[in-house]
């Protein structure tokens, strides 16, 4: 599995959209002079998650984005899930479901559901919000 750029910057304007929710709607020119990415690709992601019902957009002069719930409603499996379309990590295991003509015989079919499901569990557990509380313990798993 590898996220792509849409997959990165979809997290980067949530985090940023998330920290400036106080503002009221955020202009996607803002995002991008903050953030240091292109405006024209943010456009696209920003598109993809608007259509995915993950924003509120208005039009107009204090136009621009916002959240459409709170942070701590976003899992990052949701939202990597709408900008990847899929986290699988082989060709014929997408989404819990198994799509090969092989499945019967092959050996090493269960690694690969078992690691769909550790990627899947893993970022569904993981919140938008406790990427802005820095929630290290947690996004990293570790147990004292």
């Keep these: 599995m590898m996220v792509s750029t ?10 940023d959209l998330a920290k400036h929710q106080a503002d009221g ?3 996607l020119s803002e995002v991008a002079e903050r953030q240091k990415l292109s405006l024209k690709y943010l456009e696209i992601v920003v598109a993809m ?24 409603e976003y899992s990052i499996n949701e939202i990597l899930q709408l900008t990847e379309g899929n986290l699988a990590p082989v060709d014929c295991v997408k989404n819990s479901e198994v799509d090969c003509a092989n499945s019967e015989g092959c050996i090493t079919l269960p690694l690969w559901i078992g690691l769909d499901r550790l990627i899947s569990n893993y970022l569904e557990n993981i919140t938008l919000q406790d990427l802005l509380d820095g929630n290290r313990e947690k996004i990293l798993d570790i147990k004292k």
């Design 25 to 27: 709607f955020v202009s």
């Design 49 to 72: 998650m608007n259509k995915g019902g993950l924003l509120k957009s208005c039009r107009g002069k204090n136009g621009g984005y916002r959240l459409k719930k709170e942070p701590s």
């Design 6 to 15: 849409k997959g990165r910057y979809a997290l980067v304007v949530l985090t």
